[in-house]
Each structure stands twice: as structure tokens, then as C-alpha cells.
């Protein structure tokens, strides 16, 4: 098994909502990932979570607030958001946080903010 | 810092015809090299990755790189391209000792009947 499931598959919400996005995997990986994605531009990495404890920020807004309650669970608390963080949001996991391994991809929460 | 370029930005054949998507790394030591697929209103996918064991990679469905490194090149080919290899197609790096994904900007195939 090698899938990522991430809900909800689509989300609009507006400045003053607060929500969160899921992503699930059970392949034992021991890393975690959030991705922002613009249409038409690769994705941009937001967070990293290794063993559970946050490990890369990328100077993201505190309006993203990351979460990883155990190791096969991590979710996105939005809150005060712009229409400008309207995108795709990925979550990714890989085994371990090492260069060699292969990140494998939700499907992604397409979120519009309104 | 490390880069990745992917040549045009959008790429057309006709069904049937060769696929070659273009991609070059910026790196002196060989980085780990992925290329993934995107189809429309989806996450990615992996199509393969190169990590050093050998310089042809074969990736699922049907889709091929070779690792150069004299050309610092990771090129995706297909020998017949298909209607459903309509997508987004990124190349992506991970340099040696690194962790995070540097993806480039994106190739968009279109298949021609």
C-alpha cells in the first residue's frame, strides 16, 4: 500500500473560518510533509515532520498551523486566511527524512478562500 | 544552490510519436533525480527516480530517463506517446545530503490525435 489519502478533496471557506485540512498514511514512513501549490507552478514545501516533531518551517504564515497527532496522521488548522492562500494543498510522506527516499503524494485538498 | 530546469514549458506529439521531456540539474556531486506526473485536478505521482544504482531508469507506464552526467541531463522519453499521458509532468531533485524536493517549473504534454 502505498497511498496517501488526504479529505477534504475540495474546501471553501471564507477569511474569518477556521478549518483543517487531513492527510493519512499507513506505510509506516516516518516523515510528513505539507505543499502549497499554485495552478500552473511546482509545489513549494511548507512544513516537514520527522518522528512526529516538527522539523522544517518554511516561514510559513502563522495561519497554517501544523499538527501531527501520531505517526501516520498530520493535519493543517487554517485560520484567518486570504484569498491569496487559495491552491492545492499536498501532504506527502517518505520513510525516513533522508535525501535518497522517495516522497510519496496525497491527492491534494483544493482550497478556495473567499 | 541547487536547480532544476525544465526545457519548455509545454510539449506536443501526436499519438503514437516520441515523448522527450527535457531536464537538467545543477549540481558538481549527482544529486537524487525524480520525475512525477500530475493529471489534472490530482496529486503527483512518481514516475521514477534515478539514485545511483543505474543511469537508465525505467519508471511505469512505459516512461524511461537516463541519468547523464557529463550533460548534468535527466531526461523523460516514451518510444509511443498515448492519449493519457496528457499532464503535468515535473522533474525533481533531492541533493546528496539533503532532504527537501526542489521540483522544476513543470512540463505540460499534449497529445495530438
Known amino acids: 500500500d502505498t497511498e496517501v489519502t488526504q479529505t477534504p478533496k475540495h474546501l471553501v471557506m471564507g477569511m474569518t473560518n477556521k478549518k483543517s485540512l487531513k492527510c493519512e498514511q499507513h506505510?509506516?514512513?516516518?516523515?510528513m510533509y505539507w505543499y502549497k501549490q499554485k495552478a500552473k507552478k511546482p509545489p513549494e514545501l511548507m512544513f516537514v515532520?520527522?518522528?512526529?516533531?516538527?522539523?522544517i518551517n518554511e516561514s510559513v504564515p502563522s495561519r497554517f498551523s501544523p499538527e501531527c497527532p501520531n505517526s501516520s496522521l498530520l493535519n493543517l488548522h487554517l485560520h484567518a486566511l486570504q484569498p491569496e492562500d487559495s491552491a492545492l494543498y499536498l501532504c506527502?510522506?517518505?520513510?525516513?527524512?533522508?535525501?535518497?527516499?522517495?516522497?510519496?503524494f496525497g491527492p491534494g485538498t483544493r482550497l478556495l478562500v473567499l | 544552490a541547487q536547480s532544476v530546469t525544465q526545457l519548455g514549458s509545454h510539449v506536443s506529439v501526436s499519438e503514437g510519436a516520441l515523448v522527450l521531456l527535457r531536464c537538467n540539474y545543477s549540481?558538481?556531486?549527482?544529486?537524487?533525480l525524480f520525475w512525477y506526473v500530475q493529471y489534472p485536478n490530482q496529486g503527483l505521482q512518481l514516475l521514477l527516480k534515478y539514485t545511483s544504482a543505474a543511469t537508465l531508469v525505467k519508471g511505469i507506464n512505459g516512461f524511461e530517463a537516463e541519468f547523464k552526467k557529463s550533460e548534468t541531463s535527466f531526461h523523460l522519453t516514451k518510444p509511443s506517446a498515448h492519449m493519457s499521458d496528457a499532464a503535468e509532468y515535473f522533474c525533481?531533485?533531492?541533493?546528496?545530503?539533503?532532504?527537501?524536493?526542489?521540483f522544476g517549473a513543470g512540463t505540460r504534454l499534449f497529445v495530438k490525435a
Open positions: 525533481a531533485v533531492i541533493p546528496t545530503g539533503g532532504f527537501k524536493t526542489i
Open positions: 506505510m509506516g514512513h516516518r516523515a
Open positions: 549540481s558538481s556531486v549527482p544529486p537524487y
Open positions: 515532520y520527522s518522528y512526529e516533531k516538527l522539523s
Open positions: 506527502a510522506s517518505s520513510q525516513e527524512r533522508q535525501g535518497q527516499e522517495t516522497q510519496y
